[in-house]
């Protein structure tokens, strides 16, 4: 039985290189891999673990068109634009898969599991300490409001004072 498996399939367009062009197409994201259809054949132009991946990034091709990388091992880069819903929600997810699969790895999973307890360990701090200081911060927006409504009072005192002073 294999693992790989079709998480998500994005209409896009790839870049080749070679000829210059876009082509229009589907993105497959499987449990282990990346792939793209075109729709014009119907055949995976472009197929590679994720386990070769080495970098993922957001770029702008032509400083138009928004565009997710692929940097694969052995350098080759690979353009995919047009992502739809948009280049973010794609970007996201396929970084999720693949770090997912970088951390799950044999080899790497007594480094994830000791960097997951320390980062667990340093998430829990922060979130303390954020709540220490968001209870700081109400502490001292009441004493704020109990200021504004002193002087709010004082103010309508000043007002009355001066309508009696007018009349």
Known sequence: MSRDFCVHTWPCSYYLELEKRWVPGKLWLTSLSLKFLTDKTGDFLVSFPLADIIEIKKEASHFIFSSVTILEKGHV????????????????????????????QPGGAVEASSSRMTKGKELTGLMSCSQKRLEDAAR???????????????LDNME???DVADR
Do not use: A, C, M
Not at 81 to 99: A, G
Not at 140 to 154: P, W
């Open 77 to 104: 880069k690979h353009w995919f634009s047009s992502l739809q819903p948009n280049r973010n929600v794609v970007f996201h997810i396929i970084e999720h898969f693949w770090r997912e699969l970088l951390l799950s």
């Open 160 to 162: 009355s004072d001066l």
């Open 140 to 154: 001292v927006l009441h004493y704020q409001g109990e200021q504004l409504d002193s002087i709010t009072s004082s």
